[in-house]
């Protein structure tokens, strides 16, 4: 069975940069969307953004875009989310998952692995 797991979390200041990784253990990820959420504390876990198994299709919440990019590589099993002009709503437990399939979704329950998340914090 396949593990996700997050890496690249930490303290910055507000208009810092941070590039987050999901390693995935095999490559049974790679037919796959993989999306990244967070989750602040007291709040729901929210859609973040996700790319389509080959890298083709890449889709952003809002509150994000212009600001972060998803990317994968397939050949290294791993996930990123490069994460620029940072702001301390950005706080938050950041997850990688895996989609059920492979065009990608907003959806929490589309996704059925996840990682056990990293930490970011924004400071003001």
């Known amino acids: 069975q396949g593990r996700l797991v997050e890496s690249g979390g930490g303290l910055v200041q507000a208009g810092g940069s941070l590039r987050l990784s999901c390693a995935a253990s095999?490559?049974?990820?790679?037919?796959?969307?993989m999306g990244w959420f967070r989750q602040a504390p007291g709040k729901e876990r929210e859609f973040v953004a996700f790319?389509?198994?080959?890298?083709?299709?890449?889709f952003y919440a809002d509150s994000v875009k212009g600001r972060f990019t998803i990317s994968r590589d397939n050949a290294r099993n791993t996930l990123y989310l490069q994460m620029n002009s940072l702001n301390p709503e950005d706080t938050a437990m950041y997850y990688c998952?895996?989609?059920?399939?492979?065009?990608?979704?907003?959806?929490?329950?589309?996704?059925?692995?996840w990682g056990q998340g990293t930490q970011v914090t924004v400071s003001s």
């Open positions: 998952a895996a989609s059920r399939g492979a065009a990608g979704s907003t959806s929490v329950g589309q996704y059925n692995y």
């Open positions: 095999t490559r049974m990820f790679s037919n796959n969307a």
């Open positions: 790319i389509s198994w080959n890298g083709g299709r890449t």
